[in-house]
């Protein structure tokens, strides 16, 4: 059974940095055709696709954040992370971890609340 | 960017109603939409996958159809689990992208 599970603080400031972690467990991050995703939903809205990782190593962004967001991954950990640059208001939501099988996201972690406040 | 657009967006029904929920896409996406129930506080589940396969362990009175831009999301008899909000997603190219979502609520 493959689980995910995010990990970070809930409370950043504006300007500053947002940091999550997913820690991956019944399947190897490093090993197969799939996709290591980052996804958010602000408050009371949709759900919005932040980009992912594969496991050979290359990187797709959201083009809305691209300029912000590095999303890397620790096969020795099996584990991957996401970074968020110069947060504002607007980047408060729940951040969803998941696996993409390039077709369908088939499991998710259970989410974490970032509030971005001074 | 390929854009999603679900309808209705909120939707009342009763237990052992059929329900439909449509989605649509700004351009062709073949088959590759996908659908996710969400509740309340949780991570959105996986319903439908390729537009039409069920995934494992879903119950049979879900079903998805269609293709190109057009697709569909039926629930054959509502139960009282269902309710729920509903999103479709599509996986043709980045950015991903997903509906705004269908909210059904109980009658």
């Known amino acids: 059974q493959v689980q995910l599970q995010e990990s970070g603080p809930g409370l950043v400031k504006p300007s500053q940095t947002l940091s999550l972690t997913c820690a991956v467990s019944?399947?190897?991050?490093?090993?197969?055709?799939?996709?290591s995703s980052w996804i958010r939903q602000r408050p009371g809205k949709g759900l919005e696709w932040v980009g992912h990782i594969h496991y050979s190593g290359n990187t797709y962004y959201s083009p809305s954040l691209k300029s912000r967001v590095t999303i890397s991954m620790d096969a020795s950990k099996n584990q991957f992370s996401l970074r968020l640059d110069s947060v504002t208001a607007a980047d408060t939501a729940v951040y969803f971890c998941a696996r993409d099988l390039g077709r369908e996201i088939d499991y998710w972690g259970q989410g974490t609340l970032v509030t971005v406040s001074s | 960017d390929i854009q999603m657009t679900q309808s209705p967006s909120s939707l009342s029904a009763s237990v052992g109603d059929r329900v439909t929920i449509t989605c649509r896409a700004s351009?062709?996406?073949?088959?590759?939409l996908n659908w996710y129930q969400q509740k309340p506080g949780k991570a959105p589940k996986l319903l439908i996958y390729?537009?039409?396969s069920l995934q494992s362990g879903v119950p049979s009175r879900f079903s998805g159809s269609g293709s190109g831009t057009d697709f569909t999301l039926t629930i054959s008899s509502l139960q009282p689990e269902d309710f729920a909000t509903y999103y479709c997603?599509?996986?043709?190219?980045?950015?991903?992208?997903f509906g705004q979502g269908t909210r059904l609520d109980i009658k």
């Open positions: 997603q599509q996986s043709y190219t980045i950015p991903i992208t």
């Open positions: 390729a537009a039409s």
């Open positions: 019944g399947a190897s991050i490093s090993n197969g055709g799939f996709y």
């Open positions: 351009h062709s996406i073949s088959s590759y």
